[in-house]
């Protein structure tokens, strides 16, 4: 675990001290737009346009930021348009690493940098900017002809695989919907803060207090969210938007591990018989299914973190999943 200063790799876990012990996120750096032909504004530098075969996505199948960008790929259609692989689940002194190793091959995503054969994801960073200082996260959008990265944020990569490649595949489906919009802004603001980063948060904290205050919040969204699946059957309705994927992709690593190494054990998910079944429901949607690699989404987080877990031991459960055995 480390980061780049100036183009130079650090091995360093992340900093709470001068944060009273909190987790606090970076933002993400490379935030250009790919976009439909119809939107292209050719003598804007931060558009890239959308072509086949072009781009290349690097996902962690850990990691639940990336994991939303493979789900956009797989439900609009985009895999025989977007490249992708993944690096290996541990993430040690180098960062991500990109090594094939049998016991971790996944059956829909290679492992490694088919473009560069490089070792590291922080060189990745550096091709694009050998001056770089930040994070070095997943996922990573690439750009093959300008040997660049388009995005490092998987919001911005998801909305637009939701859009900006229609024209190839002919897939109008839509999980941004104009009409949606101003309530899935909201639902996006509050699982993002409470849940997505909720988790992390509860996870990362190094005092009690920084836990709880990211601890109570978290379990109130739950509560709020169970109430509202009673009703309904996606976040908003009987249309599963982008919300639903976002969230999804927390749910999913929920009783595996947060519950256990990020100690958000109030409860687990299994405990809530609306998110539960929403849950299921979601997984079972269109293969989404084949992008979930629970022996990635453990190993990644108990042997990476020796921080909370020393040990490195990787637990042999759950044995169940949507109360159903595993
Ligand atoms: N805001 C980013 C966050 C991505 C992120 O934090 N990814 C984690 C993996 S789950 C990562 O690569 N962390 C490495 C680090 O922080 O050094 C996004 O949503 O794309």
């Given at each position: 675990m480390g980061l780049l200063i100036d183009g130079k790799w650090h091995d360093q876990w992340y900093d709470t001290e001068a944060t009273q012990g909190k987790f606090v996120r970076s933002q993400s750096q490379f935030r250009n737009w790919i976009v439909s032909p119809t939107e292209l504004?050719?003598?804007?530098?931060?558009h890239f346009p959308a072509e086949s075969g072009r781009y290349h996505l690097y996902v962690s199948l850990a990691c639940p930021w990336a994991h939303r960008t493979l789900i956009f790929r797989h439900l609009k259609q985009l895999e025989q348009h977007i490249s992708v692989s993944c690096v290996h689940p541990h993430m040690l002194e180098n960062g991500w690493e990109f090594k094939d190793e049998p016991r971790f091959q996944d059956k829909h995503v290679a492992a490694?940098?088919?473009?560069?054969?490089?070792?590291?994801?922080h060189q990745l960073y550096t091709h694009a900017n050998p001056d770089y200082s930040g994070r070095v996260t997943v996922p990573i959008l690439w750009d093959k002809q300008r040997h660049?990265?388009?995005?490092?944020e998987s919001a911005d990569i998801i909305r637009m695989f939701n859009s900006a490649f229609n024209h190839l595949t002919g897939d109008q489906e839509d999980y941004y919907p104009e009409s949606l919009r101003s309530e899935i802004d909201t639902l996006n603001e509050r699982i993002y803060d409470t849940v997505n980063n909720g988790v992390y948060k509860s996870g990362f904290a190094t005092t009690q207090a920084a836990y709880e205050e990211a601890l109570h919040p978290l379990f109130e969204t739950l509560e709020f969210l169970e109430q509202r699946l009673a009703s309904k059957l996606y976040l908003t309705g009987d249309q599963i938007t982008e919300a639903d994927w976002r969230l999804f992709t927390t749910l999913i690593r929920f009783d595996p591990v947060y519950y256990g190494h990020f100690k958000c054990n109030l409860k687990r998910i299994m405990d809530y018989p609306n998110l539960n079944a929403y849950l299921e429901r979601l997984y079972k949607?269109?293969?989404?299914?084949?992008?979930?690699?629970l022996e990635h989404i453990k190993q990644h987080y108990y042997y990476s973190h020796d921080t909370i877990n020393p040990t490195r031991v990787v637990p042999?459960?759950?044995?169940?999943l949507f109360r159903t055995e595993i």
């Open positions: 504004d050719p003598n804007d530098d931060t490694g940098d088919p473009l560069h054969d490089f070792q590291f994801a660049t990265i388009v995005s490092n949607t269109q293969e989404v299914a084949n992008t979930v690699n042999v459960g759950p044995a169940i």
